[in-house]
């Protein structure tokens, strides 16, 4: 308790001792950057009237501003007269002292406009679903930092919901229905599910008819990163119903879900963007398209409309454009009445 007190009269005492004027951060708060940008420009024009049509303000308004910063500084800055205008001894230290600094000030703020409207550089940082990430996202990469040679791009493969603060993450690909209101999600293209198995299943155990049937059939689940396994949805009769497989086996790569299928393993609900290519060379067949769910829709997110760089804006512009592009909605492509693909 003694030696306490002892510390805390010692640092009082400190704190007494130090000189009566105001300290550095108190000065550089009070002193006026637009009074600092005034001086700086009519030390470099040698005029006020110069400096005034660089800053883009009137003559009067630098010498206010001059004036504000010379009382604030207690300094006299200039030496005027109806001819020249002249730094005082004092007015060449503070220049040469202001001057790295506001350099500095002027560089940074030249590089967020750079980042903003000048030429696409910089790193995207993009978080994606592992399926997703790797059938979609990533086989476009390469053609889009060609077309962006100074923009680098760090992709993440996640199905965990996105954290873009914790993970300092730029744009974000994510599946199903975006709840989260801070969030700006564009949809890229539909996600419709649909129930599918190979033609060697088909073959020892046919595809179900009805809901009832599914429980008679082999299941093959996906587990989301989060331990909580994917529910099967369907629509009949204008309402959702929602079933939740009895597998032997479970995956938490969607790859591997669809591998097993492909193989014959059992039947799963898939992403339409995940097997259409097989659908189309009859690999796969779909069961129970009359009760497909409603569509879920594939978004690209990111955080606000607004000051956004320009590496991310042209991420943004050339993945919704290309990704719409690869026209991968199969629910578009195939008629559930006419292709036996469907039943």
Same mark, same amino acid.
């Not at 040698?46 to 009137?58: D, P, V």
């Not at 965990?160 to 994510?174: K, L, Y």
């Given at each position: 308790?003694?030696?306490?007190?002892?510390?805390?009269?010692?640092?009082?005492?400190f704190r007494?001792?130090?000189p009566?004027r105001a300290?550095?951060?108190?000065?550089?708060?009070?002193?006026?950057y637009a009074?600092?940008?005034?001086?700086m420009?009519?030390?470099?024009?040698?005029?006020?009237?110069?400096?005034?049509?660089?800053?883009?303000?009137?003559?009067?308004?630098?010498?206010?501003?001059?004036?504000?910063?010379?009382?604030?500084?207690?300094?006299?800055?200039?030496?005027r007269?109806?001819?020249?205008?002249?730094?005082?001894?004092?007015?060449?230290?503070?220049?040469e002292?202001?001057?790295?600094?506001v350099?500095?000030?002027?560089?940074?703020?030249?590089?967020?406009?750079?980042?903003?409207?000048?030429?696409?550089?910089? %790193? =995207?940082?993009?978080?994606?679903?592992? !399926?997703? +990430?790797?059938?979609?996202? #990533?086989?476009?990469?390469? /053609?889009?930092?060609?077309?962006?040679?100074?923009?680098?791009?760090?992709?993440l493969?996640?199905?965990?919901?996105?954290?873009?603060?914790?993970?300092?993450?730029?744009?974000?690909?994510?599946?199903?229905?975006?709840?989260?209101?801070?969030i700006?999600?564009?949809?890229?293209?539909p996600?419709?599910?649909?129930?599918?198995?190979?033609p060697s299943?088909?073959?020892?155990?046919?595809l179900?008819?009805?809901?009832?049937?599914?429980?008679?059939h082999?299941?093959?689940?996906?587990?989301?990163?989060?331990?909580?396994?994917?529910?099967w949805?369907?629509?009949v009769?204008?309402?959702?119903?929602?079933?939740?497989?009895?597998?032997?086996?479970?995956?938490n790569?969607?790859? %591997? =879900?669809?591998?097993?299928?492909?193989e !014959?393993? +059992?039947i799963?609900?898939? #992403?339409?963007?995940?097997i /259409?290519?097989?659908?189309?060379?009859?690999?796969?067949?779909?069961?129970?398209?009359?009760?497909?769910?409603?569509?879920?829709?594939?978004?690209?997110?990111?955080?606000?409309?607004?000051?956004l760089?320009?590496?991310?804006?042209?991420?943004?512009?050339f993945?919704?454009?290309?990704?719409?592009?690869l026209?991968?909605?199969?629910?578009t492509?195939?008629?559930?009445?006419?292709?036996?693909?469907?039943?």
């Amino acid at each position: 308790m003694e030696s306490t007190q002892q510390a805390d009269k010692s640092d009082r005492s400190f704190r007494l001792s130090l000189p009566n004027r105001a300290d550095a951060l108190s000065t550089s708060f009070a002193a006026s950057y637009a009074g600092i940008m005034a001086f700086m420009a009519v030390a470099s024009e040698g005029s006020f009237a110069k400096a005034g049509e660089r800053l883009g303000i009137g003559r009067s308004a630098v010498s206010r501003n001059v004036q504000k910063l010379e009382t604030q500084l207690s300094t006299r800055l200039f030496l005027r007269t109806t001819r020249t205008t002249q730094l005082t001894h004092e007015g060449r230290r503070f220049f040469e002292n202001c001057h790295q600094g506001v350099t500095h000030i002027v560089e940074a703020m030249n590089d967020m406009l750079e980042l903003r409207q000048g030429p696409p550089r910089g %790193l =995207v940082r993009v978080s994606a679903t592992v !399926g997703f +990430g790797r059938k979609v996202v #990533a086989p476009l990469l390469d /053609r889009f930092v060609k077309a962006y040679p100074e923009i680098a791009v760090d992709l993440l493969l996640d199905d965990r919901p996105t954290d873009f603060a914790s993970e300092q993450i730029d744009v974000a690909f994510r599946n199903g229905r975006i709840e989260d209101s801070s969030i700006i999600a564009k949809q890229l293209i539909p996600m419709q599910m649909a129930l599918c198995a190979a033609p060697s299943y088909v073959a020892r155990h046919g595809l179900p008819e009805s809901l009832d049937d599914l429980s008679r059939h082999e299941c093959i689940n996906f587990r989301f990163a989060s331990g909580r396994i994917f529910e099967w949805e369907f629509k009949v009769d204008g309402i959702v119903r929602k079933f939740m497989p009895k597998a032997r086996m479970t995956f938490n790569d969607a790859d %591997l =879900v669809l591998h097993a299928v492909l193989e !014959g393993w +059992g039947i799963a609900q898939m #992403a339409g963007y995940q097997i /259409r290519d097989h659908v189309a060379r009859h690999e796969l067949s779909i069961a129970l398209a009359r009760h497909a769910p409603d569509d879920r829709g594939h978004y690209i997110c990111f955080l606000s409309r607004q000051h956004l760089p320009t590496r991310i804006r042209v991420f943004i512009d050339f993945m919704t454009e290309h990704i719409r592009a690869l026209n991968i909605d199969f629910m578009t492509n195939f008629n559930p009445e006419s292709s036996a693909a469907f039943t």
